[in-house]
């Protein structure tokens, strides 16, 4: 890299729903600096802009001093303020007729027949959005229940509102949202859905998409294991064979609920200088995503980042908040330990394993896939077999919905001196104060 290094880069302009290794790098921050990002809302809004070739406005990648691929980054997540007022969200159908293949990417006008056609909204509503060049209602989904939820202003708990007020919003859809200059969505609040009002829930932000750039350009809501299953034979230009997919593909979007503040990723580096980018963050959510959708946002978010070489990984790997891991594998107390040595001295048992907490994301087609895929990702870190992986899990761990169809995280309590030989022991026990 020719330009020199930044201890703090802030990133507010976005790839237009692709990632990958055509889409240029901004920075470089320095190894152990700081990415400030401006985030735009996920899904719903990508998803009702056919001119977006991805389901997401993620951030422009940020390259990373001294990453390369067979490396890793290390991502501490300091901070994730949610800007936004005020979203809407909820199920979905697809229109036909408005898209080859995959609506989230290759979408035309039914009028026209302009590809990826430029948009604008004509007032509020379900057929708010129109074809730029022939005026034609061209969004490609339908939301099937939907709801338009209000934020307090500290931003702790949220409600959702009745048709009288969404329409209200819905009139100041982009600025309620908090849509960044940059961002070229059409904001969700302004097909002002109102199926469910009144309910009160409590805010607890994450980021849905955050990771290093896959090795070959795909849309960037389709970087997993299950939305990627969208590219295989694909009918548009981003199609990739099976093959492709699980080599190339660096699970930036997991939707997985405890990548919030105070969680840790360690993500894949398959191109130069890594390229961390950021999106797609909510409000809140329920394991699993059940709906398919939630409550999208506008946020700030605040990133350190540090290179380790040499460390080549399937995938993520997560160390969420300590309240945030299955009972099972959380580290034992001081107590605990004390109980442990003295049953295995009463048998006789001299060994007793140092261990700690060390989750690994999965994806696939489906949960069963999903749940493969992590199990053999920590097979291969831990440099066990499979079945000793089954086995761990059982005793030290569990396995966890990310998302419906197929994101899980599989986490038991590893043996330290595994972990050291990884060169991650000192991360995972000062994320988890060992």
């Given at each position: 890299?020719?330009?020199?290094?930044?201890?703090?880069?802030?990133?507010?302009?976005?790839?237009?729903?692709?990632?990958?290794?055509?889409?240029?790098?901004?920075?470089?921050?320095?190894?152990?600096?700081?990415?400030?990002?401006?985030?735009?809302?996920?899904?719903?809004?990508?998803?009702?802009?056919?001119?977006?070739?991805?389901?997401?406005?993620?951030?422009?990648?940020?390259?990373?001093?001294?990453?390369?691929?067979?490396?890793?980054?290390?991502i501490r997540i300091r901070k994730i303020h949610v800007t936004s007022d005020a979203t809407a969200s909820g199920t979905m159908s697809f229109v036909e007729g408005r898209y080859k293949g995959d609506p989230f990417v290759a979408r035309f006008c039914p009028e026209c027949g302009t590809e990826n056609p430029p948009t604008r909204l004509e007032g509020t509503g379900p057929e708010a959005v129109r074809c730029a060049k022939c005026g034609a209602?061209?969004?490609?989904?339908?939301?099937?229940?939907?709801?338009?939820?209000?934020?307090?202003?500290?931003?702790?708990?949220?409600?959702?509102?009745?048709?009288?007020?969404?329409?209200?919003?819905?009139?100041?859809?982009?600025?309620?949202?908090?849509?960044?200059?940059?961002?070229q969505q059409n904001p969700i609040v302004a097909l002002r859905p109102a199926d469910i009002a009144g309910v009160a829930t409590r805010?607890?932000?994450?980021?849905?998409?955050?990771?290093?750039?896959?090795?070959?350009?795909?849309?960037?809501?389709?970087?997993?294991?299950?939305?990627?299953?969208?590219?295989?034979?694909?009918?548009?230009?981003?199609a990739l064979s099976k093959e492709q997919l699980e080599e190339s593909r660096t699970d930036g979007h997991m939707?997985?609920?405890?990548?919030?503040?105070?969680?840790?990723?360690?993500?894949?580096?398959?191109?130069?200088?890594?390229?961390?980018?950021?999106?797609?963050?909510?409000?809140?959510?329920g394991d699993g995503e059940i709906a398919g959708h939630t409550t999208d946002v506008s946020a700030e978010v605040t990133l350190e980042v540090r290179v380790i070489k040499g460390l080549k990984l399937g995938g993520p790997i997560l160390l969420p908040p300590v309240e945030d891991l299955p009972y099972l594998a959380r580290p034992l107390s001081a107590a605990e330990k004390e109980q442990a040595r003295r049953l295995a001295a009463s048998v006789g048992q001299e060994l007793l394993e140092d261990a700690a907490p060390i989750q690994v994301v999965g994806t696939g087609a489906n949960l069963n896939e999903a749940t493969d895929n992590g199990v053999a990702r920590m097979a291969d870190l831990l440099g066990v077999s499979k079945e000793e992986v089954l086995n761990r899990v059982t005793l030290t761990g569990g396995v966890e919905i990310g998302r419906l169809p197929g994101v899980v995280t599989v986490t038991l309590l590893a043996p330290v001196a595994r972990l050291e030989e990884l060169g991650i022991a000192e991360i995972v026990k000062g994320q988890y104060g060992l």
């Amino acid at each position: 890299m020719s330009q020199k290094a930044q201890e703090t880069v802030r990133v507010n302009t976005f790839t237009g729903g692709l990632v990958g290794p055509s889409i240029p790098m901004t920075g470089p921050v320095a190894d152990g600096g700081t990415i400030i990002a401006e985030t735009a809302p996920g899904c719903w809004g990508p998803m009702i802009t056919p001119s977006f070739r991805g389901g997401h406005e993620v951030t422009t990648p940020v390259a990373v001093e001294g990453a390369n691929p067979g490396d890793a980054i290390v991502i501490r997540i300091r901070k994730i303020h949610v800007t936004s007022d005020a979203t809407a969200s909820g199920t979905m159908s697809f229109v036909e007729g408005r898209y080859k293949g995959d609506p989230f990417v290759a979408r035309f006008c039914p009028e026209c027949g302009t590809e990826n056609p430029p948009t604008r909204l004509e007032g509020t509503g379900p057929e708010a959005v129109r074809c730029a060049k022939c005026g034609a209602e061209v969004n490609p989904f339908r939301v099937t229940n939907g709801y338009t939820i209000v934020f307090d202003r500290e931003r702790q708990v949220g409600v959702t509102v009745g048709s009288a007020v969404a329409e209200e919003l819905a009139k100041e859809a982009a600025r309620v949202m908090a849509l960044p200059k940059a961002s070229q969505q059409n904001p969700i609040v302004a097909l002002r859905p109102a199926d469910i009002a009144g309910v009160a829930t409590r805010l607890r932000p994450f980021i849905g998409n955050i990771g290093t750039t896959p090795s070959v350009d795909m849309p960037d809501s389709h970087n997993a294991g299950d939305f990627g299953q969208f590219l295989i034979g694909a009918p548009h230009q981003y199609a990739l064979s099976k093959e492709q997919l699980e080599e190339s593909r660096t699970d930036g979007h997991m939707d997985i609920d405890s990548v919030r503040e105070g969680a840790v990723l360690i993500c894949p580096v398959k191109v130069a200088g890594g390229g961390v980018y950021i999106g797609d963050v909510h409000a809140m959510q329920g394991d699993g995503e059940i709906a398919g959708h939630t409550t999208d946002v506008s946020a700030e978010v605040t990133l350190e980042v540090r290179v380790i070489k040499g460390l080549k990984l399937g995938g993520p790997i997560l160390l969420p908040p300590v309240e945030d891991l299955p009972y099972l594998a959380r580290p034992l107390s001081a107590a605990e330990k004390e109980q442990a040595r003295r049953l295995a001295a009463s048998v006789g048992q001299e060994l007793l394993e140092d261990a700690a907490p060390i989750q690994v994301v999965g994806t696939g087609a489906n949960l069963n896939e999903a749940t493969d895929n992590g199990v053999a990702r920590m097979a291969d870190l831990l440099g066990v077999s499979k079945e000793e992986v089954l086995n761990r899990v059982t005793l030290t761990g569990g396995v966890e919905i990310g998302r419906l169809p197929g994101v899980v995280t599989v986490t038991l309590l590893a043996p330290v001196a595994r972990l050291e030989e990884l060169g991650i022991a000192e991360i995972v026990k000062g994320q988890y104060g060992l």
